[in-house]
């Protein structure tokens, strides 16, 4: 054998970035599981962050994104087909999250007749999407779609009744197969159509009912969905026109009969990330649905879904930023530049600081919004439910692409190079700001909330007002956010001014009761007092980088 290329020793590089635990390593996400009310599942998520961090587990999640799900229209002699074929690698990934129950276990409770929800089911479960999605973030939409479709099939007793059990079963069944035969099922939405996603009403896919219509009752769907991802799930909710205006429907894949429903898939797009995870263009040719709900209530029906998949955007955003930082202080950490650690340089010991700090404020933020869902009977956390949904969604998911790029330069050259993670958490990071509500759609439900329940913001302000005391930057900050509330005038101008500061506040007033005090004060002294900034790594020259940085990824 040649031994041409072993010439030379490869030195100064780091090891790869795996074999980690990614809930034993990660203080700010333990610490935010136990605050929040998931604690009793630390043995489980310690478990499984040792699974979602392995090399195997790793391995898996970059094959499914080499080998991009394949859409085959037809078979070889011509006959409609509809099928997407996975590479294997990612039905692994699949498994690991069906097993864990992260498609279903914030509703484990309905198994029982009766039973009450599971105290911090949504904060566990929460706590497992983050690491999952960190493993690899494509599997991560029908997981998070199952999940969420079960308030809004609720709406429909006798359509939940058939279905819910087979979503709670923690099997994943890759079979393309009627559900009544497979050992466990998925689901996903079909809402956005050509000529719009975010004004669902403007949908112009029509249903007609096949009978006498009515709640429950078969209707025919005819139309199109531009993106409808996941398309091997079950069944899907879709948005479509009935005579009595838009509406919900459930639209499985097989009829009951045991023939395929007539979902007719047209392409699947070239996505810039998410390529593990297909997202189809579809025709519904007289496809067979059944009504969730009344005619005319869809978006009321579906919002119930879209407000858990906000929850996710967060937390799964939360998860990736998480990652990003992780890997760029590993890197740092056996990188030597001029004799010394880049991790000990103090411009770099400033930035990796800079990114720790944002992490850690997106992982707070979205786990105070997880345990607001396992709390819906307190008035306190169904206001910060609904005010600070669409503010920590914006915010988290905003922070995320920039704290990518940053993180990537962190690695140098290595940072751009497709075999590196840097290149596809990049790629990635800006998908969940886009769907289940863009940015200034999450600032016009904020201002929704403003307009229409003023007395949710009191309450959440309350809250804020208590938290700030003592606290010279917060108190200031606090009396600007008020300030923002108090000019109706420009309000509808100011949605994305009020979206940031209240996140701010929020993730300030957290950090200061809960997180190391080099982390807050940090926090809060380089994002609540004014001081200008446009990129990471300023204003940090006082503050004990190497503190938070440790904290960020312990030794
Ligand atoms: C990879 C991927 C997978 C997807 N999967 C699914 C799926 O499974 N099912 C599904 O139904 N959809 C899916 N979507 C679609 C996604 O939810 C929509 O793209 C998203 O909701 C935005 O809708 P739109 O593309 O029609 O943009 P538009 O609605 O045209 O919005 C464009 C921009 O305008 C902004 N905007 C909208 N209204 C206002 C306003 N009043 N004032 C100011 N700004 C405004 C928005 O914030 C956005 O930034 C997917 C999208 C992607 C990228």
């Excluded at 409770?109 to 911090?120: E, F, T």
């Excluded at 139309?223 to 026109?241: E, I, T, Y």
């Excluded at 209530?297 to 906000?310: F, K, L, N, P, Q």
């Amino acid at each position: 054998m040649s031994d041409a290329y072993a010439t030379h020793e490869v030195f100064n590089q780091s090891p790869p970035f795996e074999d980690v635990n990614l809930f034993a390593s990660d203080p700010a996400l333990m610490e935010a599981v136990s605050r929040e009310g998931g604690g009793h599942a630390a043995k489980r998520l310690t478990a499984f962050g040792g699974i979602c961090g392995s090399a195997e587990a790793l391995q898996c999640a970059r094959l499914a994104n080499e080998n991009p799900p394949r859409l085959r229209p037809f078979d070889s002699k011509g006959r409609r087909l509809d099928v997407v074929e996975f590479h294997p690698a990612y039905h692994e990934c699949m498994e690991i999250s069906v097993k864990e129950g992260l498609h279903c276990s914030a509703w484990g409770h309905l198994a029982k007749p009766g039973a009450q929800p599971l105290p911090g089911a949504n904060v566990a479960r929460s706590a497992g999407t983050y690491m999952a999605i960190q493993m690899e973030a494509g599997h991560q939409c029908p997981i998070t779609m199952t999940n969420a479709a079960v308030p809004a099939l609720l709406v429909e007793p006798e359509l939940a009744k058939w279905w819910v059990p087979k979503i709670l079963a923690r099997e994943y069944d890759q079979a393309f197969k009627p559900a009544a035969a497979k050992r466990g099922v998925t689901l996903g939405m079909g809402m956005t159509e050509k000529q719009g996603g975010t004004d669902v009403r403007a949908n112009t896919t029509s249903a007609q009912p096949a009978g006498s219509g009515g709640p429950g009752a078969e209707y025919l769907i005819t139309g199109h969905k531009w993106f409808m991802s996941a398309p091997m799930c079950d069944a899907f909710l879709v948005l479509a026109q009935a005579p009595g205006g838009i509406s919900c429907f459930l639209m499985p894949r097989f009829l009951p009969d045991g023939t395929v429903n007539a979902l007719c898939f047209q392409r699947l797009k070239e996505k810039l990330g998410n390529r593990s995870n297909a997202s189809s263009e579809v025709e519904f040719q007289a496809a067979h649905a059944w009504l969730v709900g009344e005619e005319g209530r869809g978006v009321a029906t579906i919002i119930e879904m879209v407000t858990c998949t906000r929850l996710d955007c967060a937390v799964g955003s939360a998860g990736l930023m998480r990652l990003t930082l992780a890997n760029a202080i590993h890197h740092c950490r056996h990188r030597s530049v001029f004799q010394r650690h880049l991790v000990d340089q103090p411009l770099m010991a400033q930035v990796l600081a800079d990114l720790a700090l944002d992490v850690e404020a997106a992982t707070a933020l979205s786990f105070r919004l997880a345990r607001s869902f396992d709390r819906v009977a307190d008035t306190h956390a169904a206001a910060w439910r609904r005010l600070m949904t669409p503010v920590t969604k914006y915010w988290v998911c905003k922070m995320g692409p920039a704290l990518a790029y940053e993180a990537m330069e962190c690695l140098g050259g290595n940072g751009y190079v497709e075999e590196g993670l840097a290149a596809r958490l990049y790629r990635e990071l800006p998908l969940n700001a886009i769907w289940e509500g863009s940015g200034n759609v999450m600032a016009l439900d904020l201002l929704r909330v403003l307009q229409r329940e003023p007395e949710t913001v009191e309450i959440v302000m309350d809250d804020l007002s208590q938290a700030v005391s003592g606290d010279a930057h917060l108190e200031r900050h606090l009396a600007r956010v008020q300030g923002l509330l108090h000019v109706p005038r420009l309000l509808d101008r100011r949605g994305r001014d009020l979206a940031e500061a209240l996140a701010l506040l929020a993730a300030g007033t957290i950090l200061r009761a809960h997180a190391p005090t080099a982390v807050a004060d940090a926090f809060i002294a380089t994002r609540l007092s004014g001081a200008p900034r446009q990129t990471y790594g300023q204003g940090l020259d006082w503050a004990d980088t190497r503190a938070i940085v440790d904290r960020a990824l312990p030794i």
